[in-house]
């Protein structure tokens, strides 16, 4: 009796690019193929990246831009530079969604549009649209 056993993705059965993945600390090995294990990596980080969202408003602080894709975490203060040289590292994605769920959702994060977010930094910290009113670029 052959005691080989083959080795299947355990959600899609298929036997292609196998990754093994430990489990509870080492315990036991299951087996993802790749297109699974990228289908759960993407659902894991866009659960922290939606819940983080939740807590602060679902849309932009500044101007309520609402659409999911153009948002952005920003620090309150313009200290993102700080916390990255206590780290040593810039911790952005899944590892900053995971440690602002971990430090309970601290005060000095909010949500902007990748607009605002980036004209708050060219502007001294200050987003151009709570300063300036501008005039539409087709106007005359």
Known sequence: M???KKKLCYKCRGTEQLFAIK????RYT???????NSADKKRYEESG??????????GCACCNEDMFEFLSVDHVNNDGNVEKWKSGYRITGVHLYNRIRKAGFPTTYQILCMNCNFG????SGVCPH???KYDSPTSG
């Open 2 to 4: 052959d005691k080989t």
């Open 49 to 58: 990246k939606k819940a983080v969202f939740e807590h602060y408003g679902a």
């Open 30 to 36: 299951y087996h993802l193929c790749r297109p699974c």
């Open 23 to 26: 489990a509870h600390k080492g």
């Open 130 to 132: 709570l300063t300036k």
């Open 120 to 123: 708050k930094r060219m502007n």
